[in-house]
């Protein structure tokens, strides 16, 4: 599948700070998702990002799709407890997800 | 309820012993594959299949077999279970495909150990 590298790996966060993680891929990709797994949960649907340069939010959450649709990131504002997990970007390509390693956030209250 | 479903949620087996763990969906979809996550890895796809009688493979599907006999039930088969197919396994599905950008619902997973 595709290869998409997400740093960083971990994210430590004092509740109230912003974040943001990143997709990379050498390729140019078709679309990108994104998912939220919780700690002893399952893979969640957030967003899909098609077009150059697009811009989703969602409440705190901001999603960003790069002008040559090879990179994507994810920007929590005032992280919440709530906002615990690891987050995954998938490309996909045909019938085909592939799914970076993740970037797992921890919250400091 | 829409969901995915899955059984069993924890397996304890051992090597050369074949287990199967069913997935099933209620929700019509045409598109189900399986993924299994293992640290630092993320989820890698094994099998996906497009439809009933279509099935293809995805990234690791070595010592794996599918089935989609019926739309809504996409079983996975360990012939020969080895400990490296130690993992979390998920169950997922839509209503197209991957492809099309469709969101994949997972199932809640299941836990299998290879001794």
């Known amino acids: 599948g595709q290869q998409v590298m997400q740093i960083p790996q971990y994210q430590h966060v004092q509740e109230g700070e912003d974040f943001t993680t990143y997709c990379n891929s050498s390729t140019t990709l078709s679309n990108i998702q994104w998912y939220k797994q919780r700690p002893g949960g399952h893979p969640v649907f957030l967003i899909q990002?098609?077009?150059?340069?697009e811009v989703k939010k969602q409440k705190r959450l901001t999603f960003q799709f790069g002008e040559a649709k090879k990179n994507s990131s994810l920007h929590i504002t005032a992280t919440q407890t709530t906002d615990v997990g690891t987050y995954f970007c998938a490309p996909s390509n045909d019938y085909k997800l592939s799914f970076g390693a993740g970037t797992t956030v921890t919250v400091r209250a | 309820e829409a969901q995915v479903t899955q059984n069993p949620r924890y397996l304890i087996t051992v090597t050369g012993k074949k287990l199967t763990v069913t997935c099933s969906q209620n929700m019509n979809h045409e598109y189900m594959s399986w993924y299994r996550q293992d640290p630092g890895l993320g989820l890698r796809q094994i099998y996906y299949?497009?439809?009933?009688?279509?099935?293809d493979k995805g990234d690791v599907p070595e010592g794996y077999k599918v089935s989609r006999k019926e739309k809504r039930n996409f079983p996975l088969i360990l012939e020969s279970p080895s400990p490296n197919q130690t993992s979390l396994y998920f169950c997922?599905?839509?209503?197209?495909?991957?492809?099309?950008?469709?969101?994949?619902?997972f199932g809640p997973g299941t836990r299998l150990t290879v001794l």
């Open positions: 990002l098609v077009k150059s340069g």
């Open positions: 997922a599905s839509s209503l197209l495909g991957a492809g099309g950008g469709d969101e994949q619902f």
């Open positions: 299949s497009m439809n009933v009688e279509v099935t």
